[in-house]
């Protein structure tokens, strides 16, 4: 099968399209034909080798945790999926590639009315999103401030803390204020005079703190925090520890996972939840789109599709 594999750690030219052996499912596992392949900053930083302490990766390795696709074969013990089910979710083997292998209970049903694209920007946005929100426990009443509200993480991360009953601040670059606007956020530029223009918003204080962009805001944050670095947590920022701030890394996955993959997947097929894709790439341009990944400031998701040349 046709895949993207890297054989050392390295910038986004060590990201190769090769022919590989075809995978197949074992005990408890599907196998899907993928049909779109969600690409995340995760994905650079572990093909750069900065993660390893979080997630070891023997090489050579296939990227990708996220997909939409068609089952195809099912392993042993499989119960919750057929042959032909469309499906999205997160994959065991690397999903940058035509078929990817995935723990069943880690896939929930794809919507008939929601894309293959649209499909696959959900797993890990959402899943990152809801794990932070549960770590703040944002709940109604809360004001959120979200650091890089515009990306895919950060616009999931608005959409689900307003549903909690949050008021949600969002930083972004001013270009994307009006996206910010239309998914229930109050936008703010990020930079300098940050902490004045948050609190000209919020002149009652920020009850806690989601840093999705990595961009240098910790500072600020414990600032608008009272000084305290309780309910400030990022996924995106080394310098964590040295503001006492809590750093997300996930890596685990929750028993319940798959229900809420299913629940936003329907909210996203009917509109009520956006991850906006940002731009599409065939898999031989899987460099490039790391290339834009790495650039950052990205609107939404940034997305493989295996089947097109």
């Known amino acids: 099968m046709e895949a993207i594999v890297y054989e050392?750690?390295?910038?986004?030219?060590?990201?190769?399209?090769?022919?590989t052996d075809d995978v197949h499912a074992g005990p408890g596992q599907i196998r899907v034909a993928v049909r779109a392949a969600g690409v995340n900053p995760v994905d650079y930083k572990i093909r750069n080798g900065w993660m390893e302490a979080a997630?070891?990766?023997?090489?050579?390795?296939?990227?990708?945790?996220?997909?939409?696709?068609?089952?195809?074969?099912?392993?042993?013990?499989?119960?919750?999926?057929?042959?032909?089910?469309?499906v999205l979710g997160r994959s065991a083997t690397g999903a940058y590639?035509?078929?990817?292998?995935a723990d069943a209970d880690a896939v929930a049903p794809k919507p008939d009315e929601l894309g293959w694209?649209?499909?696959?920007?959900?797993?890990?946005?959402?899943?990152?999103?809801?794990?932070?929100?549960?770590e703040l426990a944002v709940t109604e009443g809360d004001t959120l401030l979200v650091h890089g509200a515009a990306g895919a993480v950060g616009s999931a991360g608005v959409q689900l803390a307003a549903s909690r009953g949050a008021t949600v601040i969002g930083t972004a670059s001013p270009a994307n204020h009006?996206?910010?606007?239309?998914?229930?956020?109050?936008?703010?530029?990020?930079?300098?005079?940050?902490v004045e223009r948050v609190r000209a918003v919020a002149p009652q204080g920020v009850d806690a703190v989601f840093d999705a962009a990595g961009k240098g805001a910790l500072a600020a944050s414990v600032e608008l925090r009272?000084?305290?670095?309780?309910?400030?947590?990022?996924?995106?920022?080394?310098?964590?520890?040295?503001?006492?701030?809590?750093?997300?890394?996930?890596?685990?996955?929750?028993?319940?996972?798959?229900?809420?993959?299913?629940?936003?997947?329907?909210?996203?097929?009917?509109?009520?939840?956006?991850?906006?894709?940002?731009?599409?790439?065939?898999?031989?341009?899987?460099?490039?789109?790391?290339?834009?990944?790495?650039?950052?400031?990205?609107?939404?998701?940034?997305?493989?599709?295996?089947g097109a040349h």
Request: without cysteine.
């Open 8 to 19: 050392e750690f390295g910038g986004p030219e060590v990201l190769r399209l090769v022919r």
């Open 55 to 86: 997630f070891p990766t023997p090489l050579p390795a296939t990227p990708g945790s996220e997909f939409a696709g068609v089952v195809d074969e099912t392993g042993e013990g499989v119960t919750r999926f057929s042959v032909g089910d469309e």
């Open 97 to 101: 590639a035509a078929h990817a292998l």
């Open 117 to 134: 694209e649209e499909a696959a920007a959900l797993p890990v946005a959402t899943a990152t999103a809801a794990r932070v929100l549960d």
């Open 178 to 194: 009006d996206y910010l606007r239309v998914l229930g956020a109050i936008p703010v530029e990020y930079g300098d005079g940050l």
């Open 226 to 306: 009272g000084g305290t670095a309780d309910r400030i947590v990022t996924i995106a920022d080394a310098d964590a520890a040295k503001y006492g701030v809590a750093f997300s890394a996930g890596g685990g996955e929750r028993q319940d996972e798959a229900e809420r993959l299913a629940e936003y997947a329907a909210l996203a097929a009917v509109g009520e939840l956006r991850i906006p894709v940002a731009q599409t790439f065939a898999l031989r341009d899987a460099a490039r789109a790391h290339e834009l990944s790495e650039a950052g400031h990205v609107r939404g998701k940034l997305v493989l599709l295996p």
